[in-house]
């Protein structure tokens, strides 16, 4: 049983999130998604999400290639969860490349090229440039 692990706020759920979970869970047969709490996200990244953190749980729970999604709460979990979950590969968007090599310790480390084109920043403008326009 090989377990993957990666990391995200996942807000207004899209295609390129889609396409790396897709991609991660292709790299063994358990995926664990640390989904990014609210008061992280505004705390550390002074991201507002849209959708809660029970909300985006409950979209990322949905997906079929997602097999269990916990919370993440701080910086400094990744080595821990890494441990907790006997985790034999970290994934991440290539967006990140290299943050994360000090799990090359505990695990394979592997950033996957990012879907090009489409954010979560990207919907709003395009959603505010649409309700501007009438
Ligand atoms: N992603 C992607 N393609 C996109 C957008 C996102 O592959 N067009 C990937 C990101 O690289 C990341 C995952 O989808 O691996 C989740 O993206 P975000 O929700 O933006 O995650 P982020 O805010 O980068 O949080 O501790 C790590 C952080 O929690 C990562």
């Known amino acids: 049983m090989k377990r993957v692990i990666t990391y995200g706020t996942f807000d207004l759920l899209h295609y ?20 990014s709490s609210d008061e992280f996200n505004w705390r ?11 909300e985006r749980k409950q979209l990322l729970e949905a997906i079929r290639y997602v097999d269990l999604v916990i919370p993440e709460n701080n910086w400094e979990q990744k080595r821990s ?3 907790e979950y006997h985790i ?9 490349e290299g943050k ?4 090359k310790e505990y695990c394979e ?7 090009p084109e ?8 395009d959603l505010n440039s649409m309700e501007a326009k009438g």
């Open 109 to 115: 480390v592997v950033y996957l090229e990012r879907t």
């Open 118 to 125: 489409i954010s979560t920043t990207q919907i709003k403008k």
């Open 100 to 103: 994360f090599d000090f799990l």
């Open 81 to 83: 969860d890494v441990k």
């Open 16 to 35: 390129g999130h889609i396409n790396l979970l897709r991609r991660a869970k292709a790299l063994g047969d358990y995926l664990v998604v640390v989904l």
């Open 44 to 54: 550390e990244k002074h991201k507002k999400c849209y959708f809660t953190y029970e």
């Open 88 to 96: 034999n590969t970290f994934v991440m968007g290539d967006d990140w």
